[in-house]
């Protein structure tokens, strides 16, 4: 498919973008504590450029040390020390035709007092955010001049780094859209009250960086059409607030949704749809003569095409699509749509973030890392040597993928008549499309390295003996855990796999399933459709493992489906029409009526068949859920890593 809109030059002031994708701000953690551009990050975002991007915005690039740290290793722009590596981050994307904005940014209330050395975080108006915990102390009026002073010294390091634009983040309850919205901003002096008083904040950072820096230096803003919240901003509001923006001289309003109190709005599991929010920008563009650019969601090229063919938008905002592959853009002009790893919506990546560990993600092993462990790094040899690869799920293919990159000649042995392994059963759960889309592309890039691949083979260590091998990659995964306990072995016992594998059909019965880990919680709702169910997990809470939006989103829908979840409590006894349970904290012994028993407590690894290889064979490496168990992005990482050495 041929996506002319997509691939066409558009203009941001007098900027010329070769197309009209644009990677948003996403933090990363990838700086230097410092503050400056570290070789990880400038790797980072040369990919994306290297990979077709027309528009890099960068992660929330930090304007004020005191008080305005969002996390702890943040691209800055607090000094004039930050100008030489933001120069060589300019170079590394110019290098590739593609453009740089930096996203100026202030946290308010929607941030930590450890990030902050211990002292009380601010905001607009002394209240606290939902998510956050923490109540923010007001800024003095005095304080909100010297932050503005302080946008406009970013944007002056920005433009003399070589810089091509600057966004002003003013969406997703930072601190500009704190003193913009009614719901957070209760002053009463110059910078609160009516709309031009709540406007005033980010009116005075516009002038001054027209003032310092010309008008001919492009500015962004970033805003959240809708907030989502009661009492907070609507898409009418913004209609508003976009008009006065323009009239105020930038070139380009960024639109998004949300606050961290809405915040499934702005990253959005793979529940919601793509383009569900393309009336928000829509709406705008309909007001304003300056050019839109949307975040919707968007996984692939074709919905970017519609998008910008329907008018919703002037530039798409590919964000998690570009940690996912940075070669989105590329792939998508050359026709490589089935090369293209998509973003499965399973926001590993801001989990982690949220930790205070660098970003990653579950499908890209080299997100962060390619200045080690990029393409260039590759030791290519092989020289043709075989390898044999047991096992074709996420892991077993990963391996494949880099050795055959490697120049081993790859033969990959998998028992089932298709690849993906255990993800062909995390696909038959709700809205779980894209998974199977990953097992496509992971299944496209072997054939297109020309991978030996044996389906319906259980391989042995004869079979395998056969090929003369340099070595064996093992990546049978795990067995299904069964616990041993008196009438575990009952006809109307089975594991989640079977039920999501279609071995086991189940309807009109009272079950009850064992685990309320992500794969419990999600063969529930796919067994709730025909049947009463009950979920028992050991544990005080269910679906920890989960993003907090993704987890939130999921009980919802186990709740309106009737799903009771009963926690503290585990299995002891399978009987005749019941079960026996016992109180985790207290021992007490209950039982329950049910018809049938899933079983959902995970795996173990299968060390006897691994013991088989390492016998015969002097180079066995073992990966996935058959070294530990572990979720689909630790298979692939894993895999990559001992692949990239072995």
Not at 183 to 203: L, S
């Amino acid at each position: 498919m041929k996506y002319e809109r997509l691939f066409s030059k558009g203009r941001i002031g007098k900027l010329e973008l070769k197309n009209r994708i644009v990677m948003p701000a996403m933090g990363t953690n990838f700086a230097a504590s410092t503050g400056e551009a570290s070789d990880e990050i400038i790797r980072y975002y040369e990919e994306r450029a290297k990979g077709g991007c027309g528009l890099i915005i960068t992660e929330i690039t930090r304007i004020d040390d005191e008080t305005g740290v969002g996390i702890s290793n943040q691209l800055s722009v607090t000094s004039g020390k930050h100008i030489p590596r933001l120069v060589k981050l300019a170079d590394a994307i110019h290098r590739h035709d593609s453009k740089i904005f930096i996203q100026l940014h202030h946290p308010g209330r929607q941030t930590y007092g450890r990030l902050l050395n211990g002292k009380q975080i601010v905001a607009p108006s002394p209240i606290a955010c939902k998510v956050i915990g923490e109540m923010p102390r007001e800024l003095t009026t005095a304080e909100c001049e010297a932050l503005v002073k302080k946008f406009v010294t970013g944007a002056v390091i920005a433009k003399t780094a070589g810089i091509d634009g600057v966004e002003i983040h003013a969406a997703h309850g930072y601190l500009i859209n704190q003193f913009i919205s009614p719901y957070t901003n209760k002053r009463t002096d110059k910078y609160g009250g009516n709309f031009f008083n709540r406007m005033r904040f980010v009116t005075e950072i516009i002038q001054g960086i027209r003032f310092a820096c010309g008008k001919d230096f492009p500015i962004s803003v970033r805003i959240s059409a809708n907030e989502f919240i009661e009492g907070g901003l609507t898409l009418e509001d913004s209609v508003k607030i976009a008009r006065y923006l323009e009239s105020l001289g930038i070139d380009a309003i960024n639109v998004s949704c949300g606050t961290y109190e809405s915040g499934h709005t702005i990253i959005e599991p793979s529940y919601i749809p793509e383009g569900w929010k393309k009336d928000l920008a829509k709406t705008i563009k309909a007001n304003v003569k300056i050019p839109v650019i949307a975040v919707n969601n968007i996984k692939h090229p074709e919905v970017a095409e519609a998008l910008l063919e329907e008018g919703v938008s002037d530039f798409v905002g590919i964000g998690r699509g570009h940690l996912a592959d940075p070669a989105w853009a590329n792939k998508a002009k050359y026709g490589q749509e089935k090369l293209l790893r998509k973003c499965i919506g399973c926001l590993n990546c801001f989990k982690v973030l949220n930790s205070g560990r660098p970003v990653e993600c579950t499908v890209n092993p080299l997100l962060g890392r390619e200045a080690f462990l990029g393409d260039d790094k590759l030791v290519k040899d092989g020289n043709g040597r075989t390898v044999a690869v047991i096992g074709g799920g996420p892991g077993g293919m990963q391996a494949a993928y880099v050795l055959a990159k490697r120049g081993f000649k790859v033969v990959l042995f998998e028992k089932e008549a298709s690849l993906g392994g255990t993800m062909k059963m995390a696909d038959k759960a709700h809205h779980k499309q894209l998974i199977t889309e990953l097992i496509e592309t992971q299944t496209a890039e072997l054939e297109a390295l020309g991978v030996e691949i044996r389906l319906n083979t259980e391989a042995n260590v004869e079979m395998v003996k056969e090929l003369n091998p340099y070595g064996v990659i093992v990546a049978v995964g795990g067995t299904p855990i069964i616990p041993n306990i008196p009438g575990i072995d009952s006809p109307n016992v089975c594991t989640a796999e079977d039920v999501l594998a279609g071995k086991v059909e189940l309807k009109g019965k009272n079950i009850a399933v064992i685990g309320g880990g992500s794969t419990g919680l999600e063969t529930a709702e796919l067994l709730a459709r025909d049947n009463r169910v009950t979920v028992i997990e050991m544990m005080n809470d269910v679906g920890t493992n989960l993003y907090p939006s993704v987890r939130a989103l999921l009980l919802k829908r186990l709740n309106e489906a009737g799903v009771e979840i009963i926690t503290d409590h585990y299995l002891e006894s399978v009987k005749v029409g019941k079960i026996g349970l016992r109180v985790t904290s207290t021992a007490f012994e209950v039982e329950r009526e049910v018809d049938a028993v899933v079983l959902a407590l995970g795996v173990k690894p299968r060390r006897e068949i691994v013991s088989h290889f390492e016998e015969a064979f002097d180079k066995v490496t073992c990966v996935g859920d058959v070294v530990k168990p572990g979720l689909i992005g630790d298979a692939i990482k894993e895999a990559n890593d001992k692949a990239f050495v072995f």
